[in-house]
Nanobody
Framework: QVQFAESGGGLVEPGGSLRLSCAAS????????VMWYRQGTGKEREKVAEISSDGRYRKYADSVKGRFTITRDNDVNMVYLRMNDLKPEDTAVYFC?????????WGQGTQVTVSS
């Protein structure tokens, strides 16, 4: 069974940085692209970033482009999201996601709160 364990969230002031980590298991990790999504209170879940199976292709939401960087380490089945210059509107729960065997798989998420 696919499992994700996100970590690294917390409370940070505007302009600060965080690095989120996502430990993946239960599927052939190095064969699949992985995505980070987020969902703020009262908002729809939105895709933040995605990375191809080999890490060469990356895509970002316009709202985070230039501030967030997605990376992965296929040797240890990890995906990361480096977030710089955080803004209050980045406050949300951040989730890992993969589409595997015609099913959607999500982690439990990690809370990021940007506030002074």
């Amino acid at each position: 069974q696919v499992q994700f364990a996100e970590s690294g969230g917390g409370l940070v002031e505007p302009g600060g940085s965080l690095r989120l980590s996502c430990a993946a298991s239960g599927f052939p990790f190095s064969d699949y692209g992985v995505m980070w999504y987020r969902q703020g209170t009262g908002k729809e879940r939105e895709k933040v970033a995605e990375i191809s199976s080999d890490g060469r292709y990356r895509k970002y939401a316009d709202s985070v482009k230039g501030r967030f960087t997605i990376t992965r380490d296929n040797d240890v089945n990890m995906v990361y999201l480096r977030m710089n210059d955080l803004k209050p509107e980045d406050t949300a729960v951040y989730f890992c996601y993969v589409r595997y065997q015609v099913a959607d798989w999500w982690g439990q998420g990690t809370q990021v709160t940007v506030s002074s």
